[in-house]
């Protein structure tokens, strides 16, 4: 059985590379289209507009397309300053307005700061592992801890999400297996319950410091002492 899903949602991993280009990022500008007759303008022509019209310019380290912009990569701020004041870019042909990247644009924002707690049965023995809970989660909640019970067959998640109700109550879990010249996929339909997690308070005197040493010198004292921050009490082991 499979999924008949025509959306696929992923949270991505963010590694060391992706990180660097996030920050450089922070020297970009986009460059959206205002009036562009067709056909479509292309990342050639922006480039053109650069070398012909804008010879004197400070000039992008690279343009790439984010469909219908495109965004200018420079490596200083000094470059980006003086481009970014242009406010547009034109040419016979087409023009753009300018504007600095920001992380947030076109994009949709979620906070993630309802505690919750999910039950998922239909896990097969053989992939009840912390991965399997990554496939089927990340995208919708934080896991911050799990407990595995083959005995019952039930994995229970506790984690941050946008709502109870934005977790799926249905999934599916595959993995592959290579069998001759072909990949099959095994899938296994998987259910989910989810249920607010109520986080009890905890209140001052709730709260002990561990017992510790009051260590005296040898000479003084040949046997330490326990002191009991409980009791107020010291007893000589």
């Not at 984010?66 to 200083?76: E, G, H, R, S, T």
């Not at 496939?135 to 506790?158: F, H, N, Q, R, W």
């Not at 001759?180 to 339909?189: C, R």
């Amino acid at each position: 059985m499979a999924s008949n899903s025509t959306v696929a949602r992923g949270m991505i991993d963010l590694g060391d590379e992706m990180e660097a280009t996030i920050v450089r990022l922070q020297l970009a500008i986009i460059a959206k289209p205002i009036t562009a007759p067709p056909p479509v303008p292309t990342t050639a022509d922006v480039e053109a507009m650069f070398a012909n019209h804008y010879q004197a310019s400070p000039q992008p380290v690279e343009i790439s397309y984010f469909p219908p912009d495109f965004v200018l990569q420079f490596d200083n701020k000094k470059n980006y300053d003086i481009v970014l004041s242009y406010q547009i870019l034109t040419d016979n042909k087409y023009t753009f307005s300018l504007a600095p990247w920001t992380h947030d644009a076109r994009c949709h924002l979620e906070a993630w700061k309802i505690p919750v707690n999910i039950d998922i049965h239909g896990i097969p023995p053989h992939a009840f592992h912390p991965k399997s809970l990554s496939v089927l989660l990340d995208p919708y909640c934080d896991i911050e801890a799990y407990t595995m019970d083959k005995k019952s067959g039930i994995c229970t998640v506790k984690g941050t999400a946008r709502s109870v109700s934005s977790i799926p109550v249905t999934g599916f879990l595959s993995y592959p297996q290579r069998t001759g010249y072909e990949i099959v996929i095994h899938t296994f339909p998987v259910t989910m319950q989810t249920s607010l997690l109520t986080i009890p308070r905890r209140y001052s005197s709730d709260w002990h410091q561990p017992p510790h040493f009051d260590i005296q010198p040898i000479c003084n004292n040949p046997r330490p002492k326990l002191f009991s921050s409980r009791t107020g009490t010291i007893r000589r082991l």
